[in-house]
């Protein structure tokens, strides 16, 4: 009876698709993971095991996922899987970023839409208010106004942005867990929860009575349109036209005789009280006609050709009368003098710099040092006004006053255009350009920041030597890459005092209290206790009852009473006098305090068996390089000066995502064509595993260039990814590894192998993974992927697998490697591919746990001795050299498939003794130390070069009487057989099946035994 011999093949099976459809199955996962509770499971199972804490950095809750924070929370993931992976118990608490302003100018904008949509209902229910007018226009609007203003009360403000912020906050956890990042999603920290502000509270209390906080007036970033002091942090500079001017003032007691200066700020000119010169700069008076110009020698030429002097004379300026000048303010009523001061350059303006100490750093200084008054003429909605730090009469003229800084609709500033007019009319305007320049503006609104000097509160950075301790603390912190040290040390060296208070309605208040000329009580700076003590109780009771009870009443009986902080208030105060406090912390303090809100309050992060501060320090943070300015500054300052240490141990930095042309893909972007900015549109189109390969792929530590192209390539290396591990799966149908598992010893040649090299690749994956170098990953594991197994192993095993009895020693042995590479491709794989190696590895037999987030990865040695690395050097050489000359074969007909071939070898003896030299690069007189000659020319290495080479036979010869190799393709003896196809001479031994070979006779018996 015929028999299909086809039937009797171990042909592959595996219900592990080769389609991955990424987007319809990796959302089925997810359910699974919720289902099993995962998260909970693993950390469960690591109760007891050593700590590994990653703290997240808190995202703003305003918007979709962008595409950047996708990076970053990935490769947050992947870290925090790979530590779960070897053991460690790693918890990941996510957290959000609530308060601040890029959700209250968003809310206010929406709420005035709102109102203005409502107005006409409004307006028909209270007609009674201005039926009997005289002007109902100006009422209406009088009153429209003022409805307006009931509409955006701090409560209503205050409750439609938590609305706002929880919302996104819902939105974002569902994008982040679309991502595949495992975490405690159900309770997350957020800076808006009653506790974390209580928190920050606290922390900010310790600060205060050690004394770092005080109440001063100092310049700061204000943006006018969002009317608030900006922090650093929140400072863009972009490219801007300011108006350049040479200005003569008028030298007192010498006629006709003027200082030169040069400024790009008008505007700044009414608030002008005194210049500063250069003591090491040589200054000479230039005569050009009647008017004699004081400034400095080196800068005169280019001040002339600008100015149009095209006939002066020049002569030397003793330096002693510099300190000696007195001039004129060339439109307001008063004198000024000249001060040396060593930020005064050579390279541009005149040698002169005009000083407002109310408008500028330096300007400031100099002020405090030479006792100018810090006066800033400039209202909070950004136009000139004088104030009372200087008699009335000596302030601008009327002209000035009520001009706005910023230019409305595209028109220049009404300021500048105002004070240039004056200018001109005193006959003291020199020459006027625009200039072009990088100018810092604000991030929300994206206008212009003016400097501007106000009562703000401060931390003070050098406070008992603090700067320097922080920098120390930086020396301590392990920073990848190297690079980040310097950042961060730059920005805490040159960083002024840090503005912590922000005139916005959506933060968390400063319960502090002020008396009738505007002084604090009790004053942080006089009595610090008593004000941390204040602070303490109001942490206590927002706790309780929130941060919105502060904003519900601006009586400051009811809060200081209710709080309980009545009691610090100094003695003879009348409570009822005192004016609460209407300014919010600087977001950098929401988040930047959670190492004590977050770090030293959850159980879950606590590292047991460590003291000290390392209980709750973190092991790392991982955020973009911006960070170095911002969380990371924020973070370490606050708990430094807080907790007494750095919060973290590592600081991971990661570049940003960015457009082909390199720009930063940043989401107000506008205009022309854009990439997708959202990550949820990538997960869409690819797979959220394509989208973590990607990020895996790419060197973090610089920008990542965002392109089709790159995802594409990618795309393929997952695929060759999927294939090899579906081929192995597709192998192990019928592999039982408690019943089957073969020896390391017993293993065959070519298992060991390939087992031996996944033993190297496991330990350079492993040293990648612990420097956090995932690109390094990605490229070890796609080459091996790729060539070892794909090219090589995967391909040469296929006659053993299918053809071999089920049960045979061979088999056995090669579904034993199978089995060990795809237990550990899955471990390797899974912090990047988290959905694909959780899908595969379900497959896999025997395995102990049901998650591959669950196992606990422990690289299992493979020792090869030298002599069998050596042979399968010189096997590997021999094929690479064979397989063109039977491609060669096969091209001209001469053989149909290489089965159909017999392979001869033949070498000269003297030669291998040698070391075959004529096999090019691939051998060298080493890769034969300590073989045996006749090792190459046995008959297991003649089988092992059969596999090899996929031919029926092999045959190495070694003679005296050949001088040179020579490799030559025959067709193969016997007959060919109909089971496995190789070509066979004992083909017709068993009548029962005449037409197949030995090896399939002994399989087809084993199948029917
Ligand atoms: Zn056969």
Redesign the pocket.
Known sequence: MAMEYKDTLNLPRTDFAMRADLVTREPERLKKWEAANLYAKIQASRATAEKFVLHDGPPFANGDVHVGTALNKILKDIIVKYKTLRGFSAPYIPGWDCHGLPIEFKVAQQMTKEFDAQWPKIRAQHEDLWKNTTDPVVVEAGIKYSFLQDYLSPENIRSACEKTARHFIGVQREQFKRLGVLGDWENPYLTLNKEYEADELRMFADIVEKGFVYRGKKPVYWSIPCRTALAEAEVEYADHVSQSVFVKFPVVGQPNTFIVIWTTTPWTLPANLAVAYNDKLQYVQAKVGEENFILFRGLLPAVAEKCGWTNYTETLFVAEELAKLQYQHPFCNRTGKAFAADFVTSDTGTGFVHIAPGHGQDDYNLGLKVGLPIYSPVTDLGVLAPTNDLPMNQQMPESLIGKSLLGKGGKPSEANEAVLALLREKNVLLHQENYHHSYPHCWRSKTPVIFRAMNQWFIEVDHDKFRERALDEISRVNWIPDWGVNRIKGAVQSRPDWCISRQRTWGVPIPFFYDANGQPVPDPQKNPKAAANVVRKFAKWFEEVGTAAWFSTDNPTILLTKSGAKEFIPAGVELSELKKSNDTLDVWIDSGSSSRAVLKQRKELQHAGKSGDEVWQADVYLEGSDQHRGWFQSSLLLSLAGNGAAPFKTVLTHGFMVDADREKISKSKQGGYEKPQTAEAYVKKYGADVVRLWVASQDYRSDIVVSEERINKVGETYRGIRNALRYQLSNLYDFDPAQHTVADDQLTGLDRWILGEFAKLEAEVLAAYDQYEFHVVYQKLSQFIAVELSSVYHDVIKDRLY?DAANSPRRRSTQTALHRLATGLCQMLAPILAFTADEAWEFIPGNPTGSVHEANWQPKSFVRNETESQLWKILFALRANALPELEKARQSKFIGKALDAKFSMEFPKTKVERGMEHLGSFLTLGDWAGLEVNVLASIETNRILQELLNVSKVEVTISDSVTAWKFNVTKADGQK?E????W?TDIGQNTAHPT??G??IEAVLQLKG
């Open positions: 053809t057989c089971r496995c196809w190789h066979e197949i070979c090896r399939c």
